[in-house]
């Protein structure tokens, strides 16, 4: 499909947020064009298996589940954010099922299974794939709107922001402009409101449970553009990721230790008990760094995760994808446990916004994985994801509705598409070096920045990215923005954020673990950086 020079509202990614905004947009009237990098199939929303986590069961309470978020979230999260979010998940599946979404039922009512953290069967799910489920109905309807331009194959470059002083920033964004890849095109598209929904980061390391390898574009794109980032440290590492050399960083879904399942060493020893009472229904962060301490003590590549014991009947029905997807590996798990270890899997924090998704720059919105909005604190609770992402593209959605536009500045007053040809691909002498600088950078990250840091492989990785930053730069200012060197530009960016924030906690807490600082401070404060700023501790409460 042709784009449109100027468009009401651009989105930028097609997950679950990205989605939920677009289609709430469209359906009142505003014409929408959405960008996607990747194959709508590979995104992060696509592929969450556990489910959507929400307060409808006869024994739960929005009470109940924002005092699970606040727990999970090692007192770092915003009361007044989980507040809102848990009270607005009954609605948020409500207008799933008005989208046609499948859940799966037990009788009249939704099913509803446990999970990790959580003291309640909350959580809504379509089997073991609910993502596929949930985006499959979004994606139809994205498809055939008659107000929504979906651009597949089209990474951002650079939001096109401009001087406002009417703003309370100061700065306004005006547009974005895109790299259509297939054919090595540089688009330059208006409108009043960007929405970034890019979905997080977890690519910046080797291994990671999104097949799309996510190097948070949208946070790199806000902060190059002065936004504030916050609490980039809190990187959440999936605790079952499936090890097998076919299928490295796939996610065995948190429903299988939430319906029973069993962590082991090869010798059939359970050691959760010895970490936390809650076994292994502890939260992630605990969980992952137990599993990091079993494997270091005994040199092991990964435990095993059981949930035979359950029965073949049980297991097929209950996790179907997970079943299938071991199987195809030569893996039965009605009949033997699962290899598992620790992938990295969530970005906790990320652009800091308001209440609606409102970023530092008038007219820029972030919201789902890409933004910070105190929902997940030290350590997001399984499930509140996609919930997230729903609720926010709600609220985002609101707002630009309630908002009087802007007008747009046009480059193309003929109302076509400003294009320029860009070369599509880098000599090999270029493309190689990218990908060794790319590799690195990843290397780096897992052995200095992963699930157990210290202050001294902090403090060296943060000057060896500065170097690795620059030398990226440097590429793409010298060859332009080919799809690789757009990456590369974007993990060195995210990665030096995450090691930047993590050298400003001088303790451990959630997600972020330090050696040398291993317990708690006194008070939970959110790390904040802003470019040509100094880097900050704040209150998470009294984040403007």
């Known amino acids: 499909m042709s784009a449109r020079t100027v468009s009401d509202v651009i989105v930028i990614g097609a997950g679950v947020a990205g989605a939920s905004v677009a289609l709430r947009l469209a359906d009142a009237g505003r014409h929408v064009t959405v960008l996607a990098r990747h194959p709508l199939e590979d995104s992060a929303s696509n592929q969450a298996m556990g489910g959507i986590a929400a307060a409808i069961g006869p024994d739960d309470s929005p009470a109940l589940h924002m005092a699970d978020t606040l727990d999970a979230g090692g007192e770092l999260c915003r009361e007044a954010t989980v507040r809102g979010v848990v009270e607005r998940a009954p609605a ?45 109905a979004l994606t139809r ?8 331009t979906l651009l597949g194959a089209h990474a951002a470059v650079e939001l096109l922001v401009e001087d406002d002083p009417a703003g309370t920033s100061g700065r306004s964004c005006r547009g974005v402009r895109a790299l259509e890849m297939q054919h090595g095109l540089l688009r330059t598209l208006h409108a009043d409101h960007v929405v970034l929904a890019t979905g997080g980061a977890s690519g910046i390391y080797p291994v990671s449970t999104n097949r799309s390898r996510p190097v948070g574009d949208g946070i790199a794109l806000a902060w190059r553009a002065g936004c504030r980032v916050a609490d980039m440290e809190m990187v959440q590492f999936h605790p079952t990721a499936l090890r097998h050399p076919a299928a490295e960083g796939w996610l065995v879904t948190e429903a299988v230790r939430g319906e029973g399942g069993r962590l082991m060493l090869p010798d059939g020893e359970r050691f959760m008990h010895r970490y936390d009472a809650r076994g ?8 992952a760094r137990a599993i990091h301490a079993e494997m270091a003590a005994h040199k092991l590549e990964f435990v095993l995760l059981d949930i035979s014991h359950k029965g ?20 039965d798990i009605t ?20 209440g609606a998704g409102q970023t530092d720059v008038a007219g820029l919105y972030a919201i789902g994985e890409t933004a910070w909005t105190g929902l997940h604190g030290a350590n997001r609770l399984a499930s509140n994801s996609l919930l997230e992402g729903l609720v926010y593209g709600e609220a985002a959605a609101a707002a630009i509705l309630a908002d009087v536009p802007r007008g747009t500045a046009l480059e193309d007053a003929q109302g076509r598409t400003a294009l320029h040809a860009v070369t599509p691909a880098l000599d090999a002498r270029v493309a190689h070096e990218a990908r060794q600088l790319g590799a690195g950078v990843r290397r780096l990250l897992a052995r200095e920045v992963g699930i157990v840091r210290s202050d001294n492989g902090l403090a060296a990785a943060a000057a060896r990215l500065e170097v690795m930053l620059s030398r990226a730069e440097g590429l793409f200012r010298t060859h332009g923005p080919a799809p690789q060197l757009l990456e590369l530009r974007n993990l060195a960016c995210v990665g030096l954020l995450v090691t930047r924030s993590a050298l400003l906690r001088g303790e451990s807490r959630g997600a972020h673990y330090n050696r040398d600082h291993p317990d708690a401070g006194p008070h939970a404060m959110s790390t904040m950086l802003q470019s040509r700023a100094p880097a900050v501790l704040v209150d998470p409460r009294a984040v403007a």
């Open 92 to 136: 948020a599946i409500e207008w799933l099922l008005a989208q046609g979404v499948a859940f799966d039922r037990d009788g009249d009512a939704l099913d509803l299974t446990q999970e990790g953290a959580h003291s309640r069967r909350r959580v809504v799910h379509a089997a073991d794939t609910t993502g596929r489920a949930v985006m499959l």
């Open 141 to 148: 309807r994205l498809r055939a709107h008659p107000r929504i």
């Open 280 to 287: 292994e229904l502890a939260p992630r962060d605990i969980v």
């Open 312 to 331: 073949p009947d049980f297991i097929r029905s209950h996790f179907p994808n997970t079943y299938q997807h071991c199987l195809a590996l030569g893996l």
């Open 335 to 354: 009949r033997e446990p699962i290899p598992v270890s620790p992938a990295a899997h969530y970005t906790c924090g990320g652009v800091v916004t308001g």
